[in-house]
């Protein structure tokens, strides 16, 4: 079995983990009082007979490979390094730590003072003669007892009874639905009124596992979970968490499922107690609290970040236009609403506008249903998603402008002239005789902004990204990010690129290591040609993991070489994600960023190696005019 080995840190009794060279991996702080040493020090790589020795040799410790079966406690003297002695009991089980290697855990108790104890009561209680004299009086005692059995237990049942009442009582005025259920599952009597309402049932004669709804399929684990909690075989404190935290309520109330031993006077485990709260309220305050949290965010960036701003709403409107246009056509491109949908989340992710990303994320569920069955009732509800993303747009623009001022979010760049006007100043100056050379200088020196300050978004997106996923990102680099751009022809595509910082974090980045992103930015070809890589240090592609995903509908995968394999990340729709998350997983970011760079006489490639990173290549032409397209869009 594997455990994480932060269950024995609250244990009283001292436990090692050993590797298979003797090697303490952990220990607990009990075990280092035992030893004299720091807990730090000893899993530094300390040797476990090094630390602490006994009155003979442990042929199992000194062969760890040979122990496959837990070992039975053995009592042995010991000593330590400080000089301290005693006497333990000593026992050796085999565990996979969490990284499935081979480990065995040593359980120690210490019987020195439980000895010295035993000691010191056996020879008062030699030395109390009168406790033969206070025996004699009890039998007489419970002679005279029995002579009135009947009537005293008939008392004690009027008292028992009393008490059993006052005991429903107490329970029924709690707020909580409380009961108890044995070690075979059968739920007792006792339980309080509230159950009716919080876990929708009395739980009285029935089974545990029907009365918390468990599915079917997952009986036979939640019956293995019982029959360990009840074997005691590891504390009750840390196996407990691990029962259903919560239960399906039929009117979406959040109830949280707590578990507690119910003891005899024997200390053995007779049942298990279950407290079923509402904390719906609790539920509701915590997300109320996480969109504040995540309206606080958008406000800095919209404090931070203006000109980017300005940049996201144009795209978003540029979007939304496309979308609204194809939703209009008689027969929808599915994977161009993909591509839209995709592109718009990734945009209101970056700058935490909640409420649009989930509108898209919605969407995005939606439209697979529109795929698979084109009904009406479907194309009204994806409508319907639609016009959420359009409003919440519109709602963030609002608060944008209320915040920073209507005129922030013009699209026309302020310079001394409105930016369209300057565009049509340059237009003129191209047409006319020997203006070329005049038009290029007056949109490097006036039209065109560093291509850095595009992508800087992307880097607080990335940390924050990590961050929710557990990953360490220590860096996002941008190098020779001064080249200038004329943002006009490369908006579409740059707002592409939320997906390849996207998939860098998600499907690249190890949660073993530090992960690093580089941006380069380069002119080649005669600084004809714009070239971005985007490079990790992750886990890379693995190209027999895609040639596997692909072989059943694409046989011609079968004689390509692991370097074309790759490149259908690029297919669309493609996915290595077998569950689809807010993060990542619908096939559409990949095919995005191709589809964008295609447009403008560019392509894309990437290469990777497993184990080492993965390198994004796109290869755009280096624009000095805005294509037709987007001056239409401006």
């Not at 049932?201 to 939640?222: C, H, N, R, T, Y």
Request: proline share 4%.
């Amino acid at each position: 079995m594997s455990l994480p080995y932060s269950l024995f840190d609250t244990l009283l009794e001292p436990v090692f983990v050993l590797n298979a060279e003797q090697k303490v991996v952990y220990c607990n702080e009990t075990a280092a009082l035992l030893t004299g040493i720091t807990a730090r020090k000893i899993t530094r790589g300390l040797n476990f007979e090094h630390i602490i020795t006994f009155s003979e040799p442990l042929e199992s410790i000194q062969n760890l490979l040979a122990v496959i079966d837990p070992q039975p406690y053995k009592e042995l003297e010991f000593s330590n390094t400080a000089g301290a002695r005693g006497k333990v009991q000593i026992a050796l089980q085999p565990i996979s730590s969490p990284t499935g290697e081979a480990n065995w855990i040593v359980f120690v108790r210490d019987v020195t003072l439980e000895e010295r104890l035993q000691k010191k009561y056996r020879a008062e209680l030699e030395k109390k003669e009168d406790v033969i004299r206070d025996l004699e009086q009890a039998k007489e005692q419970l002679q005279d007892y029995s002579k009135n059995l009947e009537t005293k237990v008939a008392a004690r049942t009027y008292e028992l009874s009393k008490l059993n009442q006052m005991m429903k009582a107490l329970l029924d005025s709690l707020g909580q639905g409380f009961f108890v259920f044995d070690k075979n599952g059968l739920c007792l009597e006792i339980n309080s009124k509230a159950c009716r309402d919080t876990i929708e049932s009395i739980p009285a004669g029935k089974m545990i596992w029907d009365v918390l709804k468990v599915q079917a399929e997952k009986v036979d684990g939640f019956k293995k979970w019982m029959f360990t909690l009840f074997s005691e075989m590891l504390p009750f404190e840390d196996l407990a968490p691990l029962g259903p935290p919560t239960f399906a309520h039929s009117a979406q109330k959040n109830i949280s499922l707590e578990y507690f031993p119910l003891r005899s006077d024997k200390s053995e485990l007779e049942g298990i107690v279950v407290v079923a709260s509402d904390i719906t309220s609790l539920v509701e305050a915590k997300l109320q609290a996480e969109k504040e949290k995540e309206k606080a965010k958008l406000i800095i960036h919209l404090v931070k970040s203006k000109k980017e701003i300005s940049r996201l709403v144009h795209d978003c409107e540029s979007l939304l236009h496309d979308l609204q246009n194809e939703i209009n056509k008689k027969s929808m491109d599915f994977e161009a609403v993909y591509r839209y949908l995709h592109t718009l989340k990734g945009g209101a992710a970056s700058f935490s506008i909640q409420e649009m990303t989930e509108a898209c994320h919605q969407a995005e569920d939606q439209i697979i249903v529109l795929k698979k069955s084109p009904s009406p009732e479907n194309i009204f509800l994806f409508k319907k998603f639609c016009e959420a993303i359009e409003n919440a747009f519109n709602g963030f623009q609002s608060e944008a402008k209320e915040i920073l001022g209507a005129g922030t979010l013009s699209f026309d760049r302020q310079i001394d002239v409105p930016y369209s006007k300057l565009n049509a100043l340059v237009s003129k100056i191209q047409n006319s005789p020997h203006g070329h050379e005049i038009a290029t200088l007056v949109v490097a020196d006036l039209m065109m902004e560093p291509v850095g300050s595009f992508f800087e978004p992307y880097k607080d997106f990335s940390f924050r990204l990590a961050a929710s996923e557990g990953k360490n990102l220590s860096a996002v680099r941008f190098h020779n990010s001064e080249i200038p751009v004329l943002s006009e022809a490369y908006s579409h595509l740059f707002a592409t690129f939320v997906h390849a910082f996207r998939n860098s974090v998600d499907h690249g980045l190890d949660k073993q290591r530090d992960g690093q992103i580089d941006v380069h930015f380069e002119l080649s070809n005669q600084e004809s040609e714009l070239k971005i890589r985007i490079i990790d240090n992750g886990l890379g592609i693995d190209p027999a993991k895609i040639r596997a995903m692909l072989e059943k509908n694409n046989p011609v995968v079968k004689h390509e070489s692991d370097e074309q394999v790759i490149q259908h990340i690029f297919d669309s729709q493609f996915s290595t994600r077998e569950v689809v998350s807010e993060t990542s997983g619908r096939g559409v970011g990949m095919d995005a960023i191709k589809m964008a760079a295609k447009q403008l006489g560019g392509q894309v490639f990437v290469n990777s190696i497993v184990g080492q990173g993965t390198e994004l290549i796109v290869s755009v032409p280096y624009l000095l005019n805005i294509p037709e397209k987007n001056k239409k869009a401006a």
